[in-house]
């Protein structure tokens, strides 16, 4: 077993951990350790929300979810020699749950506090929460569906130079300001002088901290130097190649997943968990001229989970509150496939909300089928059929059984 050099206790916050975990992205955090090419390590991380939510039946901890401090990141790790302009290698070599914790769970987030990409339809805070057997996972919350695990780092990414955060902020910033008082936002900004108390930045201390952390850009979306892509193929045995914007690197990671749905779309979306991985890190000098590389490239594993079927649900853009044709809109497109997948779900007895949720977590494909058949875009969410303990397709005889009564932890 490779040495472990990010140890976590999950009984204890973070802020109370001798080794600190960082929740922004800035040059100026300190790294916490350094690695030459060719090593191998362990790295244990938080689930993303840094244990602000439990196990039990209420969802009352996911709309209260203080969004302010999340992700709770571990790193950054440096590779001796890695310059701006190299790509960092980076093998994911294993994966799992921390052997105290093998749990995970899935928020659908109120509208007020964090939204999803179906808020407008599904506004209330719900959780679900999920046991893991082996490779397999099962829910209390949704009945009638099993399978195994894609596990892998929801976020991953390399510290960003001083120039790439301040192309990050300008820009951001300018859209904000579009529209400053949407809820929920257009995006998240660095916090300005709340920051001194929300941004966790790693190892650094004192006025330093607080100064860089008025600046430092959210962790929400993913970037140029990866960060939150939600990749949900990014599983034991993948490779990533990251371009290098700092000298070192800086390799950071967390909030990892057992397994999510193509565009996590309830947001909290993935099950949700506290884990460990394996890495391993080499170099290609020069390499992002080399490939031509901005945003990181990956390698999915050979391992994957394995279905031989799918029912594969379409959607247009199509505004479905107006009615409005829109031209080529891709999340229209991917929304109404979703929708469409929810209704025919409750049909077999599920809420809304369960069949949400199981669009979020399950291994369910989302793909642009067509982009460029004016004036609709045409996107695709393939749901495999095999998730389901029972035979969800459709047949003469109408649905063929009703999942037992039940729901998702309701919030008050
Ligand atoms: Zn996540």
């Known amino acids: 077993m490779p040495r472990t050099v990010f140890n976590i206790d999950i009984r204890k916050p973070p802020e109370q951990h001798d080794i600190k975990t960082h929740n922004r992205w800035h040059p100026d955090i300190p790294f916490v350790e350094t690695f030459k090419p060719g090593d191998e390590f362990r790295v244990e991380c938080f689930d993303w ?108 990414g390399c510290l960003p130079s001083q120039e790439l955060l301040d192309r990050w902020n300008k820009r951001e910033s300018a859209l904000f300001n579009t529209n400053p008082d949407r809820v929920p936002p257009l995006c998240t900004l660095p916090d300005g002088m709340a920051g001194t108390t929300t941004a966790l930045m790693g190892q650094l201390k004192g006025d330093a901290a607080k100064d860089a952390g008025q600046v430092a850009a959210r962790t929400v979306p993913g970037r140029e130097h990866g960060g939150n892509c939600d990749i949900k193929n990014l599983s034991r045995g993948s490779r990533v190649y990251f371009p290098v914007y700092v000298k070192g690197g800086g390799l950071s990671m967390g909030d990892i997943h057992w397994s999510q749905g193509d565009g996590e779309i309830t947001f909290c979306g993935a099950i949700e968990m506290a884990g460990w991985i394996d890495i391993g890190v080499d170099l290609i000098k020069g390499g992002m001229e080399k490939y031509g590389v901005i945003n990181p490239i990956f390698r999915p594993s050979r391992i994957e989970p394995r279905f031989s079927e799918y029912l594969v649900f379409e959607g247009v853009s199509v505004d479905e509150h107006t009615g409005e044709q829109h031209y080529l809109d891709a999340t229209i497109a991917y929304r109404r496939a979703c929708l469409n997948a929810v209704e025919y779900m409750k049909k077999f007895g599920y809420t809304g909300e369960q069949a949400y949720m199981i669009l979020g977590t399950a291994p369910v494909e989302g793909r642009i089928s067509g982009i460029v058949d004016i004036p609709n875009a045409c996107c695709t969410l393939a749901l495999p059929t095999e998730i389901f303990n029972f035979d969800i397709r459709p047949t003469a005889d109408g649905p063929s059984r009703k999942v037992p009564q039940s729901n998702v932890a309701d919030s008050d």
């Open 49 to 156: 929300t840094g244990g602000q939510i439990a196990n039990d039946n209420s969802a009352n901890d996911i709309r209260d979810v203080d969004l302010s401090k999340v992700h709770y990141l571990s790193g950054p790790f440096a590779v001796q020699g890695a310059e701006p302009g190299d790509l960092m290698v980076v093998d994911i070599n294993d994966i799992g749950a921390l052997e105290s914790s093998q749990w995970g769970f899935t928020g659908i987030f109120a509208l007020e506090n964090g939204g999803g990409f179906l808020d407008r339809h599904f506004p209330r805070a719900k959780k679900a929460c999920w046991d893991f057997h082996g490779i397999h996972t099962s829910s209390r919350h949704i009945p009638g569906v099993r399978w195994p695990g894609m596990v892998h780092p929801g976020l991953i």
